[in-house]
């Protein structure tokens, strides 16, 4: 089975300049980890929700120090100057992705080994979709305990 069989077609996508606040917000309604960076109709990079909170988080010489007196709350604080960044403030470029002629396990396989739960299918470096480990899960148990093949 292929990843073109399963993938959701057509994914939102955002652009460098989208701002965050309104990335963030469709994070938070649509239940979205991350979402595919489209420039001039070609994929340049990602943003996920671990790049918006890894803004929150303390730095290295705070870490080292121990991290005495550190106010989480304050930390949390920040979070109102980092959504009013754009995307391309904290994008990650040089995606992996999956094409769309790939085996679904093949593509899980990638997916496990850079812990990612979703990622995207490009061919070449035109975005053609998004795939997830739930959208695996599902073709393997309609494939098999849906078809009868598992008793």
């Known amino acids: ?54 803004r929150l988080f303390p730095s290295l010489e705070e870490i080292a120090d121990g991290m005495a007196g550190i106010d989480y709350d304050e930390m949390m604080a920040k979070y109102r100057d ?15 992705t999956v094409s769309p002629d790939m085996h679904i396990l093949r593509a899980a396989t990638v997916m496990v080994r850079h812990r990612f739960r979703r990622i995207p299918v490009a061919d070449g470096k035109n975005l053609v979709g998004m795939l997830s480990l739930g959208d695996v899960h599902k073709a393997i148990f309609q494939k098999t305990v849906s078809q009868g093949m598992v008793r």
């Open 1 to 54: 089975m292929k990843v073109s069989e399963i993938m959701t077609s057509s994914p939102r996508t955002v652009t460098p300049e989208t701002n965050l606040i309104d990335v963030v917000s469709m994070m938070c309604l649509f239940r979205y980890s991350g979402m595919p960076v489209v420039e001039n109709d070609e994929m340049i990079g990602f943003i996920a929700e671990k790049d918006v909170l890894h």
């Open 82 to 96: 980092v959504v009013n960044l754009q995307v391309k403030d904290l994008m990650s470029t040089g995606v992996i």
